[in-house]
């Protein structure tokens, strides 16, 4: 479990340098780039997780700091501890995380669970479009087969132009698959729950998102039908947001949404360019945080705190410099310092040499290992 664990914080790490320098990047050419160019900078995100997963030396196991503890209880000879020391933590994360996606699961189960009417056919393969039982904002759900949800009275509510305005808009988000980009941002944040910058980064995301899908629906709109999608977000802001589907109504957004359709102007910036610009900032990123990498662990066997060490209350730490070869194992261990000395080195070398560690073929590398007694 205290894989699972570092694994998550390495994760939220990398995830927060990324989008610090994403937004950063973002804000400088915000009055430079259009809607749908800035919406394909997150782009970066999932390219910066991919190349740092196949990149050389990359993060296939979790890093350690240079000391491992040893803590002995007074009343006993010894202790053996497994680096398993985050399962409390662990849990306090997991736990959120699965708790998080079934909430999400159970919403989208009621939804397909509530008594619909299947309406017209749309020209698109595979994409049904259905009107709910209740008056939530128009949405699209799916991966495959994916259904654009309609609201209660939708043919009653909105005019025949305004229909067509929606189903294009919910289209556009399909064409563009926003809702896979929405899983997987999903996914992100249910890893970095407990990290507020995720959940603002999801935020803008979401943002760009909806303003991206406005400006490719209005390029496919005439001037005057401006107006009349602008009146449409209107109604629409009732909607309630959620987390997983792409929708078009989100309050918070609307004031921004129809001023942009009032200035929509000819698209500045090729998207492109944008996604081109992603790609070198992931490699980039991805780069960065490959060097220097720490010495990482794959398994460890703990040694025992000598006896006599230990009911006279001694303290202590060994210090190796070794090679590590192509299986991992530490080969040519030199004892480089010991405090107190011939006193914790037998036992310390005894442990070490069955340690493992990721295959590097590194010279040269150090670690220590720290007796400590527990108060």
């Known amino acids: 479990m205290s894989e699972l664990y570092l694994l998550i914080i390495q994760i939220n790490l990398l995830i927060s340098v990324s989008i610090i320098g994403l937004l950063l990047f973002r804000y400088a050419l915000r009055l430079r780039l259009s809607s749908v160019s800035l919406y394909c900078l997150w782009s970066a995100i999932p390219l910066i997780l991919f190349f740092y997963s196949i990149w050389p030396n990359g ?103 305004q229909q067509r305005i929606i189903i294009l808009h919910e289209l556009t988000h399909w064409k563009s698959r926003d809702p896979w980009s929405n899983c997987f941002a999903f996914l992100l944040l249910c890893i970095g729950w407990f990290n507020p910058l995720i959940w603002f980064a999801f935020k803008t995301f979401r943002r760009d998102q909806e303003l991206a899908c406005d400006e490719r629906v209005c390029a496919k709109l005439p001037r005057r039908a401006y107006s009349n999608y602008a009146q449409l977000l209107l109604i629409s802001a009732t909607g309630k947001p959620d987390l997983l589907t792409a929708h078009c109504a989100q309050p918070s957004l609307t004031k921004e949404r129809i001023m942009n359709i009032k200035m929509m102007k000819q698209s500045k910036g090729l998207p492109l360019l944008s996604l081109l610009g992603s790609v070198i ?70 442990a070490f040499t069955q340690w493992r560690f990721k295959p590097e073929g590194k010279k040269g590398a150090q670690y220590t290992l720290e007796f400590k007694l527990q108060p």
């Open 59 to 161: 993060a296939t196991s979790y890093t350690t700091t240079p000391f491992h503890s040893m803590v002995l209880k007074p009343s006993l000879d010894f202790a053996v501890i497994s680096t398993e020391s985050f399962p409390i933590l662990s849990w306090f994360i997991v736990i959120p995380m699965i708790s998080l996606v079934g909430f999400q699961l159970v919403q989208l189960f009621s939804l397909y669970r509530q008594p619909t009417m299947v309406l017209i056919n749309v020209n698109e393969k595979n994409v049904q479009v259905r009107e709910q039982s209740s008056n939530n904002s128009p949405a699209i759900f799916g991966w495959l087969s994916p259904t654009i949800w309609l609201p209660k009275h939708f043919e009653t509510i909105y005019s025949v132009e």
């Open 281 to 350: 900032f992931a490699l980039s990123i991805s780069a960065m945080s490959q060097v220097e990498s720490e010495t990482t662990v794959s398994s460890i066997v703990n040694p025992l705190y000598p006896r006599q060490a230990a009911m006279e209350g001694v303290e202590g730490y060994v210090k190796f410099k070794f090679d590590i070869d192509a299986s991992g194992a530490p080969q040519n261990i030199e004892i480089i310092e010991a405090q107190p000395t011939n006193t914790f080195e037998a036992e310390a070398t005894k």
